[in-house]
């Protein structure tokens, strides 16, 4: 059966890869990003989705977005809160306040107003699944990204949390802790470190196959199959698990 499933930060990367994989089978699609021609481009190509510009830090804009969505579905099946960003890499005492509020703000925030959103209208429906992108970082620490771990480990409570309000109504909350994943964002990611650490690029690069039992970075399809899966009948009775998907990290430690 079509499901109604909305992605945040579904205009690239992981968001898309899910978006793409939802429409594949069949699913109606709404997704928003705060890269307005990131959007455009997604619009263009899925042209039965509601794409729209969109901040998840920002209450107006995400009222926008979510009535949009709830005006024209008057219901939705599938939310994953998936908007995130990286933060700045350092040690603590170099850290710019700025940039930690910043960083728990798109991730932590984010989640926030999305989750609640969704909860009141599944908890009215009886029925929905939320997903929520946290990562490595937050089930382990990550020396010099305090605010990105520390956040992800927020959404882990954050998850847990809603699985306990929302189980007596048969809505159920997950999340993916994505390992290392094959692409744009984490060659971003690893210039960072190496440069925040001192050390060469590859020697991060490295760092993140030798702490992980399969040796292996992960790919988007990785994710999607099991947030696909996630979102089907096939798993009416998980609720509250944090999911890794990384090939069985060891460690995060350099
Ligand atoms: P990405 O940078 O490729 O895509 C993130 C998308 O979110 C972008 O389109 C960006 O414009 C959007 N976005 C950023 N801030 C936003 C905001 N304030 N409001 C709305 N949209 C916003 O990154 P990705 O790898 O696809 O990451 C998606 C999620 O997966 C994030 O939560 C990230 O922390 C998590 N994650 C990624 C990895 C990885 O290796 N890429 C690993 C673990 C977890």
């Known amino acids: 059966m ?3 499933a909305l992605i945040t930060g579904g205009a690239s990367g992981i968001g898309l890869g899910l978006a793409r994989r939802f429409a594949a089978q069949g699913d ?12 455009e481009r997604v619009a263009a190509e899925m042209p039965d989705a509601i794409c729209m510009k969109a901040d998840v830090t920002d209450a107006g804009q ?24 990286g933060g700045p890499a350092g040690r603590i005492e170099d850290l710019n306040y700025d940039a930690w509020q910043a960083c728990l703000a798109v991730n932590l925030n984010g989640a926030f107003l999305t989750c609640r959103w969704a909860a009141r209208i599944m908890r009215a429906q009886k029925s929905g699944c939320i997903v929520i992108t946290s990562s490595t970082s937050g ?6 990204r305090s605010p990105y771990a520390a956040a992800k480990w927020g959404l882990v409570g954050l998850t847990k949390t809603l699985a306990m309000e929302l189980g007596p109504v048969g809505v159920r909350v997950n999340a993916i802790c994505p ?5 744009d964002r984490m060659d971003r990611v690893v210039a960072m470190e190496a440069k925040a650490s001192n050390r060469p690029e590859q020697d991060v690069r490295d760092q993140y196959v030798r702490g992980v039992s399969m040796r292996t970075w ?22 509250g698990q944090i999911i890794a998907i990384d090939g069985h990290t060891e460690t995060n430690a350099p």
């Not at 109606?28 to 959007?39: E, H, S, T, Y």
């Not at 089930?139 to 010099?144: L, R, T």
């Not at 390992?179 to 692409?183: R, T």
Request: charged share 20%; with cysteine; proline share 3%.
């Open 179 to 183: 390992g290392a994943v094959e692409g």
């Open 2 to 4: 079509s499901q109604r």
């Open 62 to 85: 995400m009222d926008a977005f979510l009535s949009q969505v709830e005006d024209s579905w008057g219901g939705v099946d599938v939310v994953c809160a998936n908007a995130g960003t």
């Open 139 to 144: 089930q382990w620490g990550h020396p010099y």
């Open 218 to 239: 992960v790919t988007v399809d990785d994710l999607a199959d099991t947030v696909l899966f996630l979102a089907s009948p096939a798993a009416s009775k998980i609720s």
């Open 28 to 39: 109606r699609v709404a997704l928003c990003d705060a890269d307005g021609d990131a959007v």
